[in-house]
């Protein structure tokens, strides 16, 4: 029997492990833990044997998103404490169990942070990101954040040898944009993006590869406005300054756009979705509320608009936005903002809060050889 050892803290959790006498894999990891919000801390544990269906892999890049730092704020709604984070990952696999042959160990890959029933009515019908009892790595059940994890082999997607661990680790939030994208058939339509963060940067990107005509965002920040126009965007608004629903005119006609995307996610950005779209067209709600929404329904009826969401990803999508960047149809390099040793995760989010209108993504180097 071995115990986890602490290192700053945590509670002790004993374990029984398997030796582990593969080259190369050492007995104990390091795991990061917050513990409540705004305090992390790390502790040495067994590294974890797989099961027959798992593989085990060496954390390479962890992406730091906005639901992150929700629960370090602790105002995300489905998370308790403490809690292993980590989601948005890139990893290498060091061994597999007796049934996982579909990789090789040595393979590169990303990993869909989804954990599904397969029972369910929607999990029945191939749409398992709207499962009944849907959990996710690194919020309701433990995430990557340690120097191994293991992993069910069908959650690994192989990425390509040119593709950086850096970019791998942005697969996931460009799965979620490329999922909202899908939601309307955008081939030469006009799209509007409500919120110039991460997703919504990724998402201008996205309805250009998809075939969007035209794809107008807006943010009050200059700095990401920029940004925007740098990658993807063909036109940007800044609301601070100036009236959205003018300059949807000026942009796209009277006729106005076919769908806006509200990536921002507040009573603000979907009230002027609703009262600025043209009559009869769509709505679809990426961004995830923090509180209960007070919306104009009057206006919504009144227009006939269709209010449509988007939930995560499906394996396609991480496929789809592998594809995409693989064919340089979608930049992940310049929304890389800093990076942060693993054993500096708090300072990672000290710095987000301290440099929130410049801060797209932030990445911990778990394995800082890779």
Do not use: W
């Amino acid at each position: 029997m071995m115990a986890s050892e602490e290192i700053t803290g945590a509670s002790v959790v004993r374990q029984t492990i398997v030796k582990n006498t593969e080259e190369n894999v050492p007995e104990l990891m390091i795991q990061e833990v917050m513990t409540s919000p705004g305090e992390i801390t790390f502790r040495k544990i067994p590294v974890p044997v797989p099961g027959p269906d798992q593989v085990l892999v060496k954390i390479k890049r962890i992406g730091i998103c906005g639901s992150d730092i929700h629960v370090y704020h602790g105002t995300h709604p489905y998370t308790n404490y403490p809690v292993t984070q980590g989601h948005e990952v890139s990893a290498q696999i060091v061994r597999r169990g007796r049934y996982a042959k579909k990789y090789e160990v040595g393979q590169r890959i990303v990993i869909e942070p989804q954990v599904f029933c397969g029972h369910c009515y929607p999990c029945l019908h191939g749409k398992y990101n709207l499962c009944e009892s849907l959990k996710v790595m690194g919020f309701q059940t433990t995430g990557t954040a340690s120097e191994y994890f293991a992993v069910d082999e069908s959650k690994c997607t192989p990425i390509p040898p040119q593709m950086t661990y850096d970019e791998g680790a942005m697969i996931e939030p460009l799965a979620v944009t490329i999922h909202a994208a899908k939601r309307f058939d955008v081939k030469g339509k006009k799209a509007v993006v409500l919120g110039c963060g991460p997703i919504g940067i990724l998402l201008c990107q996205a309805l250009k590869a998809f075939g969007a005509s035209q794809v107008l965002a807006t943010d009050i920040s200059d700095y990401r406005l920029h940004l925007a126009k740098t990658v993807g965007a063909d036109n940007v608004v800044n609301t601070k300054e100036n009236d959205f629903g003018t300059e949807l005119v000026k942009c796209f006609g009277p006729d106005k756009a076919d769908v806006i995307y509200d990536c921002a996610g507040n009573d603000v950005s979907m009230n002027s979705a609703i009262r600025n779209a043209r009559k009869g067209s769509t709505i679809i709600l990426v961004a995830v509320f923090g509180k209960m929404a007070t919306v104009d329904l009057a206006k919504l009826n009144d227009s006939e608009l269709d209010l449509n969401t988007t939930m995560m990803y499906r394996h396609e999508d991480y496929e789809d936005a592998i594809r995409l960047v693989g064919e340089g149809r979608i930049k992940l390099k310049p929304l890389m903002s800093c990076h942060f040793a693993f054993g500096d995760y708090l300072k990672a989010y000290q710095y987000i809060d301290a440099n929130k209108e410049t801060t797209m993504k932030v990445l911990i180097d778990v394995d800082p050889d890779a």
